[in-house]
């Protein structure tokens, strides 16, 4: 039986108090285990606690930043990045994941989920899929604006790579200290880091067991679409060092945070390719309806158990 839970990303905006929005989640679809999604407000904070004193919830893992640092008004979980070209953007993203793997203890959570930040350049990964949309996936054109964007990535990537080392060498520290992992997120944009080149000599760096993987079947399914990856070599090799991961489906081409079994990720497949005890998390868009996503929940039970 792999361990399930749910995240907060489906109903955190339309809620101002933390007890009603786990409640909301527990009562639609018997989840009693909940990721805290990077759009957790603080003033969430009371209800969250009440639930965690009462026993009714347990939390899996908290995505970062969690609590949202108080300046920042909606769900933005890159407003800081470890890969900044500031000293001072870096340290207050150091700062505010140290709160969260604090918060992480306070709560009993096992796990974060963190973003480390891009290189800067021009976000490529929409502009493709619009070309996808279009059928030009095999055009010269297609090819040629690919090729640019890795060449401008590999130009820039070796200082911000070295600052995120620098930064998640601090914050592994602390998590270890506290008895909280840490899963790096495979990520949508091709310009963000560490890419699917990039993490495993990373983690090989960090060495540490309090340091993984954060696998998103969106995510990587999307770069599969344009063609960066291919999903399933991928899994083979990183997948032995997951933490869990953000389950979600994916409409061709690159409409993700479906419910699972509602787009073609081929998950029948791809599930296996994970540790057993491998955390799944549910990460579905708001705009998914209780319905659509108790039929996700049933048919994963059907072939992984409850």
Request: glycine share 6%.
């Given at each position: 039986?792999?361990?399930?839970?749910?995240?907060?990303?489906?109903?955190?905006?339309?809620?101002?108090?933390?007890?009603?929005?786990?409640?909301?989640i527990k009562d639609e679809f018997g989840?009693?285990?909940?990721?805290?999604?990077?759009?957790?407000?603080?003033?969430?904070?009371?209800?969250?606690?009440?639930m965690h004193e009462k026993g009714e919830v347990k939390f899996s893992s908290l995505h970062?930043?969690?609590?949202?640092?108080?300046?920042?008004?909606?769900?933005?979980?890159?407003?800081?990045?470890?890969?900044?070209?500031?000293?001072?953007?870096?340290?207050?993203?150091?700062?505010?994941?140290?709160?969260?793997?604090?918060?992480a203890e306070r709560l009993g959570a096992p796990y974060i989920v963190l973003h480390c930040g891009a290189v800067p350049m021009n976000p490529i990964t929409d502009e493709?899929?619009?070309?996808?949309?279009?059928?030009?996936?095999?055009?010269?054109a297609y090819v040629r604006k690919k090729i640019d964007a890795v060449k401008k990535r590999e130009a820039g990537a070796k200082w911000h790579l070295e600052r995120v080392r620098e930064c998640l060498r601090r914050v592994v520290d602390y998590a270890g200290e506290k008895n909280v992992r840490l899963g790096i997120e495979g990520r949508r944009g091709y310009e963000e880091m560490p890419n699917e080149r990039e993490l495993p000599?990373?983690?090989?760096e960090l060495d540490s067991p309090f340091a993984g993987y954060w696998h998103d079947f969106g995510h990587i399914q999307i770069k599969e679409n344009l063609g960066f990856?291919?999903?399933?070599?991928?899994?083979?090799?990183?997948g032995p060092r997951a933490f869990g991961c953000h389950l979600q489906d994916v409409v061709w081409p690159g409409q993700d945070h479906q419910?699972?079994?509602?787009?073609h990720v081929e998950l029948l497949k791809l599930v296996p390719l994970l540790p057993e005890n491998c955390l799944f998390v549910w990460e579905m868009s708001p705009r998914k309806t209780p319905d659509e996503i108790r039929r996700s929940v049933e048919i994963w039970q059907q072939h992984f158990g409850p």
């Open positions: 039986m792999r361990p399930i839970s749910f995240s907060t990303c489906w109903n955190s905006s339309r809620h101002t108090d933390g007890e009603t929005m786990l409640r909301e989840f009693d285990t909940v990721e805290l999604g990077h759009g957790t407000r603080i003033s969430l904070m009371p209800g969250i606690q009440k970062n930043f969690c609590p949202l640092p108080l300046e920042v008004l909606h769900a933005s979980p890159d407003c800081y990045q470890f890969s900044a070209g500031t000293s001072k953007e870096r340290e207050r993203a150091v700062k505010q994941t140290l709160q969260t793997i604090d918060f493709l899929l619009a070309m996808v949309k279009k059928g030009q996936h095999l055009t010269r000599a990373l983690l090989d990856l291919d999903h399933e070599e991928w899994l083979r090799l990183i419910p699972p079994f509602a787009g």
